[in-house]
Nanobody, 124 residues
Framework: QVQLVESGGGLVQAGASLRLSCAAS????????MGWFRRAPGKEREFVAA????????YYSDSVKGRFTISRDNAKNTMYLQMNSLKPEDTAVYYC?????????????????WGQGTQVTVSS
């Protein structure tokens, strides 16, 4: 029942930074683990990062670890993904999602609510 809307994508050069936002309208946002996934052209959706409801624990894929930072502001019903040192291989549509109880933080099928996605394009 939670509705998610991503924003902040765009076209940047390699090495630049972007900050994605995910605005939630549903009340369960503050008590849900949230995550970011991405789908590159010709590839399946892959896990990027996740954060617990209290922001006490975060998870990152190996490909973005050290470059991306996930955070959330429950008072504003918003989750963020700070992306630094962007590479052309980061080019993808980025989706935010809310996780259901149980399962794994890195499996897309364990997330039950999804945004529409925001395009990130990184040029060389």
């Amino acid at each position: 029942q939670v509705q998610l809307v991503e924003s902040g994508g765009g076209l940047v050069q390699a090495g630049a930074s972007l900050r994605l936002s995910c605005a939630a309208s549903g009340r369960p946002f503050s008590s849900r683990t949230m995550g970011w996934f991405r789908r590159a052209p010709g590839k399946e959706r892959e896990f990027v990062a996740a954060i617990t409801w209290s922001a006490g624990t975060t998870y990152y894929s190996d490909s973005v670890k050290g470059r991306f930072t996930i955070s959330r502001d429950n008072a504003k019903n918003t989750m963020y993904l700070q992306m630094n040192s962007l590479k052309p291989e980061d080019t993808a549509v980025y989706y935010c999602a809310a996780k259901r109880p149980g399962g794994t933080y890195s499996r897309a099928t364990d997330f039950e609510s999804w945004g529409q996605g925001t395009q990130v394009t990184v040029s060389s």
